[in-house]
């Protein structure tokens, strides 16, 4: 059995991206946020990804500017590191070793060369209590570097960030936890603690669920879950505190957070409101609703020009100033559960699953950008409790993308089940789904699968459904009967039963002339051109849950898992059994580029992933725990470009990955080590995007330098033919686009670029024997000059004669008897030492 070796599951794509507080620049220009693995860093006036800030070996916990660096950040991560981080360029600058998970990161101007994070407890192995330490960052120039001296601050503090500020530009720092606030001063160094009774006489919740303070007062602004905000003020004494209450929320406040110069309090929670309290001002507020989903985090631009808001839905909110939205960035939206299957639209190769209530989402893994979502429902939504609305469940592709098949249900308590079956068609023109058909109670009960044959040219589209009716239906794309209707339509074509059985499960062969359909304990093979029972296939009890057929060389087999925990493989070439295992298997699926199978098995609390081949005893690939819980939601997605990894544990990775999703709604995938080798090195190239400003460095690279040369005036080519200067070598691009702060020292480069100028003994003496042959002859000149000036005249006159019709065209002035001197001395010169340090 292969094991897993090299590959590892991480957070590829789909991560979150409203997990943590976001970051927004001082010039306001990029907005960074943590994303499961990695660091994203967004332009917020084009919502693109710019850079993945990636390096992190585990989930990153918080990301934090550098107070004396504007253009860096901080990352900290479970993995025990915090890594500082070029963002302009995407570079890793150094990597701090704590050796800890860390769970939050915070700092301050007034504390230089100190980090402030929040650690498990020493001794606490099941890290439920947490403490915020100090940790001195050492001065060294060695990348990674061992920081693992920490100085305790505070101690049962809360693993939240959002629970923990620091006041007054870091004169003190206040921790909420439950009904108990904090207060630490490091001049003092001396704590206050503040309690508050567990519900008010109204019955509220009086927990603390977030902490502010202002940037200049002494004022700490709390928010609670009974929708309170409540100011503290005269805390730096025990029995003087005042504090003063706000209350607008209906429900708890998710987040506070103050404007850089204190003047506006800004406040959110499940309302879809952002709330901006003036300071000292309370009763004036201002709103900005509508935010589309609950918000759970809020920060501010450092020139205060950008809010931005997080929201539970995946979503980050760009707003200017209180007053309109001006950019969203929408990742996966990840609800409570996914009612559909994970699928892949073939045309667009995007990830299509459940996204807003009543709609499909399609999410892009490759560019890990949410595309677009398709309403399904076609209804307004009512945010209600208990009310029981229509909710996509079902979802298919055909094989080429044209068609799309969507199931939506809704149980009312005193009725029957409602369901329609969509059939939406691709528009070229609008490049997008528009609906075709609508069939309303497709059948008697719920509808437990459905599938699409993968017609070829000679055959119809056809569509199979499976229900607790005990039925089957087959749906055929019909032609209009009048040549005035619209265009084709769907319909029922065939309804198949066996005994009165329930189906659970379909699946057609890979060239669609066979159709399986499990009743039970019995799977059925038909034929979709005749509807005839072809044969049934029995296997040990327990009721069939997956089906799924062989591909390429293994479409013999057909495989099943069942109730009873057995996967079994039929041969149908013999009808008969052909193996089968005992195993605990969630999920079954399929590669359509391959011949290779993946199963997910529970076990032990985790869930194991076995890859394998029909036809081969031995598993090509597995890996145990690959997450906790179970997998009920996988696919196959192919790639853009094959891999060509020759490895055997690997192969199976070369043109599709395998996404699935974890019971927490993590969508994980699987990464060789030679993949991540590719993405850091492509990471860690440079390169100048043409927004860059017209600085001189970015002259002297030389970009255009082919375009002034192709606009130079022919006539002024005497510069020409000398050799150019080596300004496209890969050393000087990378030296000139290098950021200075990674560098080695200027003594050292200046050191080597002098040297680099030096010329040789050889060419040094052959220089100075054509000196000294030139002073020679400029000697003899000299004693001749008084004697032949008549004859140095009309050498001139020729000379001048010669350039002139030489540079005719370029109306050169005429030169005068040194220039004339100077010209015949330098044609004497051997300039060839010139030319080959050029081009060494």
């Not at 560019?367 to 909710?391: A, C, M, S, T």
């Not at 969507?406 to 329609?420: F, P």
């Not at 002073?775 to 004693?783: A, T």
Request: charged share 20%.
């Amino acid at each position: 059995m292969v094991e897993h070796g090299d590959i590892r599951v991480v957070h590829r794509g789909g991560s979150k991206i409203d997990f943590r507080q976001p970051v927004i620049t001082n010039d306001s220009r990029f907005l960074l946020c943590a994303s499961g693995e990695c660091v994203k860093v967004f332009s917020t006036s084009t919502e693109e990804c710019i850079h993945d800030l990636q390096g992190h070996t585990d989930l990153v916990t918080g990301v934090l500017l550098r107070p004396s660096n504007h253009l860096q950040v901080y990352s900290c991560s479970i993995d025990g590191t915090v890594r500082l981080w070029d963002f302009t360029d995407g570079i890793l600058i150094k990597t701090y070793v704590i050796g800890c998970p860390v769970y939050s990161i915070y700092a301050s101007a007034n504390h230089e060369g100190v980090i402030f994070i929040v650690v498990p407890m020493l001794g606490d192995k099941r890290s439920e209590l947490f403490q915020l330490v100090a940790v001195h960052l050492p001065q060294s120039g060695d990348q990674l570097v061992e920081s693992r001296e920490l100085s305790a601050v505070l101690s049962n503090v809360s693993s939240n960030p959002a629970d923990i500020a620091f006041g007054r530009g870091g004169e003190y720092i206040a921790s909420a936890k439950g009904l108990q606030l904090k207060v630490f001063f490091f001049k003092k160094q001396k704590s206050y603690e503040f309690s508050l009774k567990e519900d008010n006489k109204k019955g509220g919740l009086n927990t603390f669920t977030c902490v502010a303070c202002h940037p200049k007062d002494d004022c700490i602004a709390t928010g609670h879950g009974d929708g309170k905000i409540r100011l503290w003020r005269n805390f730096n004494h025990k029995k003087e505190y005042t504090y003063s209450t706000l209350h607008w929320h209906h429900n708890a406040v998710s987040s506070l957070c103050f404007t850089p110069e204190g003047t506006n309090l800004l406040s959110g929670g499940v309302e879809s409101v952002l709330v901006q309290w003036r300071y000292n001002q309370e009763s004036q507020r201002d709103f900005l609703p509508r935010l589309g989903a609950a918000i759970t985090h809020i920060a501010v631009s450092p020139d205060g020009a950008l809010f931005c808001t997080s929201h539970n839905d995946n979503k980050i909110t760009i707003i200017q100033s209180c007053v309109k939205v001006s950019a969203v960035i929408q990742g996966l939206v990840k609800g409570e559960s996914v009612q559909t299957d994970l699928i892949v639209d073939p045309r667009s190769k995007a990830l299509v699953l459940n996204g807003k209530p009543g709609h499909l989402q399609f999410y892009s893994l490759q560019r890990d950008k949410l595309l677009y979502n398709l309403d399904i429902v076609q209804q307004e939504y009512i945010h209600e409790l208990g009310l029981e609305q229509f909710e996509v469940v079902k979802a298919a592709f055909d094989a080429s993308g044209t068609w799309l098949a969507t199931v939506e249900e809704r149980k009312q308590k005193s009725a029957e089940l409602e369901g329609n079956l969509k059939l939406w068609a691709f528009d070229e023109q609008t490049q997008s789904f528009v609906l075709n058909t609508t069939i309303s109670a497709p059948h008697e009960a719920r509808i437990t699968a459905m599938c699409f044959r993968q017609a070829t040219d000679s055959q119809t589209t056809m569509l199979v459904s499976t229900s607790k009716d005990g039925h089957f239906k087959a749906w055929q794309l019909a032609t209009p009967a009048h040549t005035e209707d619209e265009g084709p339509s769907w319909s029922c074509d065939f309804v198949g039963t066996y005994h009165g059985l329930v189906p659970e499960c379909c699946c057609f062969s890979a060239d669609s002339s066979l159709l399986a359909v499990s009743f039970q304990e019995v799977v059925t093979v038909w034929s979709p051109t005749s509807w005839e029972l072809l044969t049934t296939l029995s296997q040990p009890p327990g009721a069939i849950r997956d089906l799924c057929f062989g591909r390429l060389s293994c479409s013999k087999y057909l495989l099943g898992t069942t109730a009873k925990n057995l996967l079994c493989c039929w041969n149908l070439l013999t009808c008969s059994l052909e193996w089968s295992t005992s195993m605990d298997i969630s999920l079954l699926l399929a590669d359509p580029l391959s011949e290779n199978m993946a199963a997910f098995c529970c076990q032990a609390g985790c869930t194991d992933l076995f890859v394998f081949k029909p036809s081969e005893p031995r598993p090509l690939f597995s890996h145990k725990a690959v997450c906790s819980g179970t997998v009920t939601r996988a696919v196959f997605a192919p790639r853009e470009k094959m891999l060509d990894s020759c490895e055997e544990n690997s192969q199976w990775l070369n043109r599709s990955q395998l996404h699935f999703l974890t019971q927490y709604m993590d969508l994980m995938t699987f990464t060789t080590k030679a993949e991540d080798d590719r993405l850091m090195a492509s990471s860690k190239q440079l390169v100048i995007d043409d927004s860059v400003a017209m600085t001189p460095f970015y002259l002297l690279l030389g970009k255009h330098r082919h375009q002034q040369q192709e606009n130079q005036d022919p006539m002024s080519s005497l510069s020409a033919e000398r050799t150019p200067l080596p300004q496209s070598s890969v050393a000087i691009k990378e030296l000139l686009q290098t950021p200075a702060h990674v560098l080695p020292s200027t003594s050292f480069l200046c050191s080597m670029f002098v040297q680099s100028l030096l010329i040789s003994v050889t060419d040094l003496s052959g220089c100075r024997e054509n000196n000294k042959k030139a002073e020679e002859e400029m000697e003899s000149e000299k004693e001749e000059e008084d004697s032949e000036e008549e004859m140095e005249s009309s050498i001139v006159r020729s000379e001048q004669a010669a350039v002139s019709v030489q540079s005719a065209e370029c109306a050169a002035p005429a030169l005068t008897k040194a220039q004339v001197r100077e010209l015949r001395r330098l044609k004497k010169l051997d300039h060839s030492w010139l030319a080959g340090l050029l081009d060494s």
